[in-house]
């Protein structure tokens, strides 16, 4: 079991991203997905989680610009980035509470790179 995050890179203040994760592997179901963010300095701090039903908590530094969503179908958890700002320059991890082989085990994905130039 894997999970692989995409689309980080560079934008302007004011701009919008979108971050795809999407687990692979011998997956039974999935339980919470999430989005983590780690600046350079700074701990690791979670930024916004989905239920498998749907139910979406942010902090609330990214409420009202960020939007989590997910495609339990396609095992994907995906992270809407509006009006981005210089502060949300960071590494994002997805994150996942996987059921495989018969127990839950969390799973990070490899990190992808977001840049906000002011």
């Known amino acids: 079991v894997q999970l692989q995050a995409s689309g980080g890179g560079l934008v302007q203040a004011g701009g919008s991203l979108r971050l795809s994760c999407a687990a692979s592997?011998?997956?039974?179901?999935?339980?919470?997905m999430g989005w983590y963010r780690q600046a350079l300095g700074k701990q690791r701090e979670l930024v916004a989680a989905i239920t498998r039903g749907g139910s979406a908590n942010y902090a609330d530094s990214v409420k009202g610009r960020f939007t989590i969503s997910r495609d339990n179908a396609k095992n994907t958890v995906y992270l809407q980035m509006n009006n981005l700002k210089p502060e949300d320059t960071a590494v994002y991890y997805c994150?996942?509470?996987?059921?495989?082989?018969?127990?839950?085990?969390?799973?990070w994905g490899q990190g992808t790179l977001v840049t906000v130039s002011s």
């Open positions: 592997g011998s997956i039974f179901g999935i339980n919470d």
């Open positions: 994150n996942a509470f996987i059921i495989a082989t018969g127990r839950v085990q969390n799973y």
